[in-house]
């Protein structure tokens, strides 16, 4: 599927319409959307708009920056936004559809989207930015939104975490973490084990 759709397939284009008509009737009517593309492109304003709107509402003040301020883990990040702040990372490649610039904030759609997802998704919940946390990130953002913005969250936020956690691009980082993991859980059952005397009782 990711194949076809990088190659821009008109078949799996075609078939990506049919099936939101078939799942979504009412949101791709009011779409006004008469293929994918528009369908996407309508799916994305609409993110656009309601992250903007999101963003004025923010009750915590952001700082953003170029690379050196990234959270080391999810808790820091929770910690930070409790005290009023959240650093958000600001750079990157333009994105096709969030790359309008806000005027008064001087930042772009994707700049905000940062950041609100960050507080919405992440900070709100108390997600992380493993896999299963990504999916609860989601999920609870997609509560605050519209049907058609949804499809466009959907989108950049599993595209995100199938990049991040599934491509093997981050493998040098996750894999030293998992080995921790799996000696940590290893360790807690043979303390567990000790401190019944060595038996094997449940």
């Given at each position: 599927a990711y194949q076809e759709?990088?190659?821009g397939n008109p078949d799996y284009d075609r078939a990506i319409f049919e099936r939101y008509g078939d799942i979504m009737p009412e949101v791709?009517?009011?779409?006004?959307?008469?293929n994918y593309d528009q369908l996407r492109e309508a799916a994305y304003l609409?993110?656009?708009?309601?992250?903007?709107?999101?963003f004025d509402r923010l009750p915590i003040q952001t700082t953003y920056h170029s690379?050196?301020?990234e959270y080391?883990?999810?808790?820091?990040?929770?910690r930070d936004a409790l005290g009023g702040n959240l650093n958000v990372f600001r750079g990157g490649d333009p994105h096709e559809f969030l790359d309008r610039l806000d005027p008064v904030t001087g930042l772009t759609d994707n700049e905000m989207f940062r950041a609100v997802h960050d507080y919405m998704g992440h900070v709100a919940p108390g997600s992380?930015?493993?896999p299963d946390g990504e999916e609860i990130a989601y999920a609870t953002h997609a509560q605050?939104?519209?049907?058609?913005?949804?499809?466009?969250?959907?989108?950049?936020?599993?595209g995100q975490n199938s990049l991040v956690n599934y491509s093997g691009l981050n493998a040098d980082i996750i894999e030293p973490m998992e080995v921790a993991k799996r000696q940590l859980k290893e360790r807690a059952l043979a303390e567990k084990y000790l401190a019944r005397g060595g038996t094997d009782e449940d």
């Open positions: 759709a990088v190659a791709v009517e009011k779409s006004g959307a008469q609409a993110l656009s708009d309601e992250v903007r709107s999101q690379g050196d301020a080391a883990v999810p808790s820091a990040m929770i992380t930015f493993r605050t939104m519209s049907p058609l913005a949804q499809m466009a969250l959907l989108s950049e936020t599993r």
